[in-house]
């Protein structure tokens, strides 16, 4: 089993920026894909970035490309998000997720967190 915690959301205005933070624990295996799904109010949920465990292999979303970017530290099994040049349409609930793997793709695995709110004034 694994566990995903997120942190790091919260209130940010237009053109600001913020980091979130997803902490893997449990039986994650060697080679895994991490990765930031989002879910605004009424809309769908939608893939925003992902990382593998090993190597550089990262993917975006076109509506975040350039602004976005994702890291890791694999010695505390957590994954990053830096969100910057924020927008209004970046309000959401940002979920943290996990599956095994090789190939980075938006396509999700089975393990979540349990989310956490990014609200950006305009």
């Known amino acids: 089993q694994v566990q995903l915690v997120e942190s790091g959301g919260g209130l940010a205005q237009a053109g600001g920026s913020l980091r979130l933070s997803c902490t893997a624990s449990?039986?994650?295996?060697?080679?895994?894909?991490m990765g930031w799904f989002r879910q605004a109010p009424g809309k769908e949920r939608e893939f925003v970035a992902a990382i593998r465990s090993s190597g550089a292999s990262t993917a975006f979303a076109d509506s975040v490309k350039g602004r976005f970017t994702i890291s890791r530290d694999n010695a505390k099994n957590t994954v990053y998000l830096q969100m910057n040049s924020l927008k209004p349409e970046d309000t959401a609930v940002y979920h943290c997720?996990?599956?095994?793997?090789?190939?980075?793709?938006?396509?999700?695995?089975?393990?979540w967190g349990q989310g956490t709110q990014v609200t950006v004034s305009s």
């Open positions: 449990g039986r994650t295996g060697n080679t895994y894909i």
């Open positions: 997720n996990l599956r095994t793997g090789v190939v980075v793709s938006p396509t999700p695995g089975p393990y």
